[in-house]
């Protein structure tokens, strides 16, 4: 059950993505939805801090939990339109390339060290 609730922010952000980046473009003011994201992404995350967990044998999911899920799914959905958009403002033309290449370097990095660093923590504890 958890690995199907997992992809929940993946699945919302493969569909929100599209229609938030036209969203963005029309609107403008990208630092106001980073922002957003960023305010949205802190709620969903003090949310499941600080909810209670049902015990390992309860027949019956929670699915309170699919609540911080949804909404880092539209923070994550809204960050990766404005701030991936936002590239080719603050850098010189001919290195959007080489821009885009070392944003996707540093976010893989993240992504790739970070659950080393949970399970090394989970196992320090």
Do not use: H
Request: with cysteine; aromatic share 12%.
């Amino acid at each position: 059950m958890a690995g199907q609730l997992a992809v929940v922010p993946y699945f919302m952000s493969m569909g929100l993505s599209p229609f938030l980046g036209f969203l963005i473009d029309r609107v403008g003011r990208r630092p106001l939805f980073i922002m957003t994201s960023s305010i949205i992404s802190l709620i969903c995350c003090i949310y499941t801090a600080f909810m209670k967990s049902l015990p390992v044998d309860s027949p019956n999911p929670d699915y309170f939990v699919l609540i911080p899920l949804i909404g880092m799914g539209l923070s994550y959905s809204i960050y990766a339109s404005a701030l991936w958009g936002s590239i080719p403002y603050v850098v010189q033309p001919r290195t959007i390339g080489s821009a885009f290449g070392v944003t996707t370097a540093l976010q893989n990095a993240g992504l790739t060290l970070s659950p080393f660093i949970i399970g090394f923590e989970l196992d320090a504890s």
